[in-house]
Nanobody, 127 residues
Framework: QVQLVESGGGLVQAGGSLRLSCAVS????????MGWFRQAPGKEREFAAA????????SYADSVKGRFTISRDKAKNTLYLQMNSLKPEDTAVYYC????????????????????WGQGTQVTVSS
């Protein structure tokens, strides 16, 4: 009964920035482990970033560390992914995901841990 709706994707030049949003409804937002995953053309879905229930603990894939920032706004029931210094290899469909409980032992990296997924939003970075 959890619904996730992503927005904010689009076309941007290399070196530019985008901020993705994921609006969450159906259950208590603060009770969810939240994550962002992405799938590039011809590749498997891969982990990008995750945030614990309280939003204080975060984890990032090595490929995005230092460029992407995940955050969550309890008042708006919204998860964000701020993406800076974008590269063409960041081009992918980005998916928001939610787990009913926080399981931080795996740092939110395992897609199998997440029960709910958004429809995805396309991010295209041109060179």
């Amino acid at each position: 009964q959890v619904q996730l709706v992503e927005s904010g994707g689009g076309l941007v030049q290399a070196g530019g920035s985008l901020r993705l949003s994921c609006a969450v409804s159906g259950r208590t937002f603060s009770a969810y482990l939240m994550g962002w995953f992405r799938q590039a053309p011809g590749k498997e879905r891969e982990f990008a970033a995750a945030a614990s229930q309280n939003g204080i603990s975060t984890s990032y894939a090595d490929s995005v560390k230092g460029r992407f920032t995940i955050s969550r706004d309890k008042a708006k029931n919204t998860l964000y992914l701020q993406m800076n210094s974008l590269k063409p290899e960041d081009t992918a469909v980005y998916y928001c995901a939610a787990a009913p409980r926080d399981s931080w032992s795996g740092y939110g990296r395992n897609a199998a841990h997440y029960d709910y997924w958004g429809q995805g939003t396309q991010v295209t970075v041109s060179s």
